[in-house]
């Protein structure tokens, strides 16, 4: 990262300063562009900021395809989660972030880059961010403590160059006021003192095992399935051979108090994916062994159906 702690605002979560982030690099009216598959909530906030909405490919093992950038855009700001995808999980090689900063300069179009599960990479080393790489300037980095902690602390920062930063701080006033200080300084305390860097490293072990856990058990269960974000983070991602009766296979997981969601929520560019979003994490490890072999039987079931 580039930044020191004049170019750091803390928000009330990540959402939040993706809106703010919304509301800084564009106007009603203005276009701006998205993934697809991405992140649904991502989509509302721009909704609500009134603004015109592209979606570019972001389905292979790079994540976002910049090779399908457009040539000519009139577009205010590119949002994306190039660290790991979501929800596919591909994650952007150097050459291709250096391409795509390019790109941004040559039209001016702002990056906004959401760091989504960058601390829980199980294959190799974190790639240097798009923020750190501009040197601070034409990215907005936005990140919270949602996963590496717990989503109920509602801790989340949005880092912008300095010629910004007032206006986004006065966006939060405007929408929320201050972000309650007990907790920041609480966690203050527990990153100088060493804890939050002991707690990354036993949970990015134990998610990884977890991981590989679920990884193997579906590849026995549902070999004609397809799994994406085997690498990183804390979901799965599993999609059908087949078109499959969503609803049905929800209802029918939901009357086994298991949640997941519909990959179709994911896609909004009109492709027809059928396939289940996965969580790994909220579970102690009888309760997801016997959760996952029930929802790979459901899966089966409705297959076949």
């Known amino acids: 990262m580039s930044c020191d702690e004049h170019n750091i605002l803390i928000t009330a979560g990540a959402q939040q300063a993706l809106f703010v982030a919304a509301k800084l690099v564009a106007r009603a009216n203005d276009t701006v562009l998205m993934e697809t598959p991405g992140y649904p909530r991502l989509k509302q ?3 609500l900021c009134q603004l015109a909405i592209q979606h570019l ?6 994540g976002l395809d910049t090779n399908g950038l457009p040539a000519i855009t009139k577009a205010k700001a590119l949002f994306l989660t190039p660290g790991h995808q979501y929800p596919l999980g591909g994650i952007m090689p150097l050459a291709n972030r250096l391409a795509l900063l390019d790109w941004a300069r040559q039209h001016a179009v702002w990056l906004v880059e959401d760091d989504y599960d960058s601390e829980f990479q199980y294959q190799h080393r974190p790639i240097a961010s798009l923020q750190g790489l501009a040197g601070g300037e034409g990215v907005l980095f936005v990140g919270s403590f949602s996963k590496t902690l717990f989503p109920g602390l509602r801790l989340g920062y949005l880092v912008a160059p300095k010629s910004v930063i007032g206006q986004a701080a006065a966006i939060v006033q405007a929408l929320h006021g201050d972000v309650p200080l007990l907790p920041q300084a609480t966690l203050a305390d527990f990153i100088s003192e060493g804890h939050f860097g002991r707690h990354l490293r036993k949970m990015r072990r134990f998610y990884q095992q977890r991981k590989q856990q679920a990884i193997q058990l579906v590849i026995e269960l549902l070999p004609n399935c397809r799994l994406y974000a085997q690498d990183a983070g804390l979901h799965l991602v599993l999609e059908f051979p087949e078109p499959i009766d969503e609803a049905a296979l929800l209802a029918a997981l939901s009357q086994q108090h298991i949640k997941a969601q519909p990959l179709s929520r994911y896609c909004f560019d009109g492709k027809v994916r059928s396939g289940l979003v996965l969580g790994i994490a909220n579970h102690n490890d009888e309760e997801f062994n016997a959760a996952l072999l029930q929802l ?9 159906a």
């Open 296 to 304: 790979c039987h459901l899966c089966r079931r409705a297959l076949h």
């Open 45 to 47: 906030a721009l909704q």
């Open 57 to 62: 490919d972001a389905s292979s093992a790079n």
